[in-house]
């Protein structure tokens, strides 16, 4: 099993900076696809950016491109979500999510059936 816990959420004004981390933790796969994904009250889950622990490029919805950056320190087992110029409509609980994959041609994207293990989410809220 793979325990992931994120952080770093909080309520910031229009335009502000948060940087959500998310700690692997519980077997030790070889790599990942990790992923951010976000899910606003009465909205359907979002993804927003993902990543490969082993290397490659990255992917972001388009909703968060040029605000957004996924980035990883696999010394810590840690990947981190840096928003900025934060707009109100991104407000919404953020989850981190992971797919065990010893290879990027495993694949993964921004679909939440992609992923096989899941936090608990740290709420963003974004006040105009």
């Known amino acids: 099993q793979v325990q992931l816990v994120e952080s770093g959420g909080g309520s910031v004004q229009e335009g502000g900076s948060l940087r959500l981390s998310c700690a692997r933790s519980?077997?030790?796969?070889?790599?990942?696809?990790m992923a951010w994904f976000r899910q606003a009250p009465g909205k359907e889950r979002e993804g927003v950016a993902t990543?490969?622990?082993?290397?490659?490029?990255?992917l972001y919805a388009d909703s968060v491109k040029g605000r957004f950056t996924i980035s990883q320190d696999n010394t810590k087992n840690t990947v981190y979500l840096q928003m900025n110029s934060l707009e109100p409509k991104d407000t919404a609980m953020y989850y981190c999510?992971?797919?065990?994959?010893?290879?990027?041609?495993?694949?993964?994207?921004?679909?939440?059936?992609?992923?096989?293990?899941w936090g608990q989410g740290t709420q963003v809220t974004v006040s105009s």
């Open positions: 999510a992971a797919h065990p994959c010893p290879s990027f041609r495993c694949g993964a994207g921004l679909l939440a059936s992609q992923y096989e293990y």
């Open positions: 990543l490969y622990t082993g290397g490659g490029g990255v």
């Open positions: 519980g077997y030790a796969y070889s790599s990942y696809y």
